[in-house]
C-alpha cells in the first residue's frame, strides 16, 4: 500500500512539474494574466476609481467584495466548528477522569512575564496599524486580526487562559466573531437600501462626509474592520480551545 | 528576484519539507513545519507580493504553528507510523 502511495505521489508531482514549463516566465507582461483588459484596469483605474494605493486591497476589499465577505463567513464557521466538537463542561470533564478540582494559576515567571507586559501592547498597537493602515500599505483586516488574536494567544501562553480570558470571556468572542460579519454585511445592505448593489460602496458618500471617490476608500476601511473583528475572536478561541482540551480551565 | 537568494530558500524549502514529513516526534514536526512557512513567506516577498507575504507570516508561521503545538501537546507526541 506505501509503495502504490509513493508511486501515485511521484506520478503527481511529475504531471505537475510538467505543466511548469507551460507557465509564463515571473513578470511576463505578455502572459494572459497581465495582458486582458481586466488586470490593466485594474492597475491604472483602481487609484482613480477608489482612491486607495494598495490594488491588492481595493481588488479584496471592493471589486471581490462579495468573496472576501464569504470568506470572513468561513472562517467563522470553522471557529464554530471547532468550539462544537471540542468544547465540554468542566464540570462532566472532571467527572469522567476522576482528577481533583485544583488551581489552574501558574506562578509567573518574572522574565517572561515583564517580557510580555513590554510586548503585548506593542503587538497589538501594530496590529491596530495593520487593520487601519490596510488600504494604503500592505496589510489589511486578516493580517490585523490574527496578529491582535496571537496578542492574546501569546497573554494565555506566558501566563494563563484565565488571565486572557478576562479580556476576551467566552461570550464576547462569540459576539465579536458575529459582530465583525454584520459590520461587513451591514456595509452591503447601507448600499441597497441607499439604492445600489450589494457592497457597491460608491454611494455611501450620501451618508458620510466624502466624495463618492473616498466614500469607497472609508468603506473599505470599515468592512477590514469587520474582518479584523472576527479574526481576532475565531483566532483566539481556537487557541484557547485546542490549548484546554476544550474545558476553558487549564492551559499548556 | 535574486537567484541566488531563491536558490538557497527553495533548497532549504525542500529540506524543510522533507524533514518535517520525515521526523518521529511531531512536535520538531510542528516547529519545522512553521520554518518551511517562513521561508515561503522569504519566498513571496522576494515576488514582491507583500500582502501574501504578510498573510504566510501572520497566519502560517506564527498562529497556525501555535495551534500545532497546542494540538501536539494535547494529544501524543510521538508519531506511530
Given at each position: ?47 482613480p ?21 464569504f ?69 489589511g ?36 466573531a ?27 458618500h ?6 463618492p ?40 | ?30 516547529m519545522i ?49
Amino acid at each position: 500500500m506505501k509503495s502504490f502511495a509513493l508511486i501515485t505521489v511521484i506520478l503527481t508531482g511529475w504531471l505537475l512539474l510538467s505543466a511548469v514549463s507551460d507557465f509564463p516566465s515571473w513578470g511576463d507582461t505578455e502572459s494572459p494574466a497581465n495582458d486582458y483588459r481586466l488586470s490593466q484596469h485594474y492597475i491604472t483605474e483602481t487609484f482613480p476609481e477608489s482612491s486607495v494605493p494598495n490594488m491588492v486591497t481595493a481588488v479584496l476589499a471592493d471589486y471581490r467584495g462579495y468573496d472576501t465577505m464569504f470568506e470572513t463567513v468561513v472562517i467563522f464557521v470553522a471557529g464554530i466548528a471547532i468550539m462544537s466538537i471540542l468544547r465540554r463542561k468542566p464540570l462532566d470533564y472532571l467527572k469522567d477522569t476522576g482528577r481533583e478540582t485544583r488551581s489552574y494559576k501558574k506562578d509567573p515567571d518574572l522574565i517572561i512575564d515583564t517580557t510580555c507586559r513590554l510586548m503585548i501592547p506593542i503587538i497589538q498597537l501594530f496590529a491596530l496599524y495593520v487593520v487601519a493602515h490596510g488600504h494604503h500599505s500592505p496589510g489589511g483586516g486578516f493580517q490585523g486580526g490574527v496578529i491582535f488574536g496571537a496578542s492574546f494567544i501569546l497573554l494565555a501562553l506566558s501566563r494563563d487562559l484565565q488571565a486572557a480570558q478576562r479580556w476576551v470571556p467566552e461570550k464576547r468572542v462569540l459576539n465579536l466573531a458575529g459582530i465583525g460579519i454584520l459590520i461587513y454585511s451591514g456595509f452591503g445592505f447601507a448600499c441597497m437600501i441607499l439604492g445600489s448593489n450589494f457592497l457597491d460602496y460608491e454611494i455611501l458618500h450620501k451618508i458620510m462626509p466624502a466624495t463618492p471617490v473616498e466614500a469607497r476608500s472609508h468603506s473599505m476601511l470599515g468592512v477590514e474592520i469587520g474582518v479584523a473583528f472576527t479574526c481576532t475572536a475565531i483566532m483566539f478561541s481556537i487557541y484557547s480551545n485546542l490549548a484546554s482540551n476544550g474545558d476553558m480551565k487549564e492551559t499548556l | 528576484m535574486i537567484w541566488a537568494f531563491d536558490l538557497i530558500t527553495l533548497i532549504f524549502l525542500v529540506i524543510t519539507a522533507i524533514i518535517s514529513l520525515q521526523t518521529k516526534d511531531l512536535l520538531s514536526a510542528a516547529m519545522i513545519f512553521g520554518v518551511y512557512s517562513f521561508l515561503m513567506c522569504l519566498l513571496w516577498a522576494g515576488m514582491a507580493a507583500v500582502d501574501v507575504a504578510f498573510t504566510e507570516s501572520a497566519v502560517g508561521a506564527g498562529v497556525s504553528a501555535v495551534f500545532l503545538i497546542a494540538t501536539v501537546l494535547r494529544t501524543t507526541r510521538r508519531s506511530s507510523d
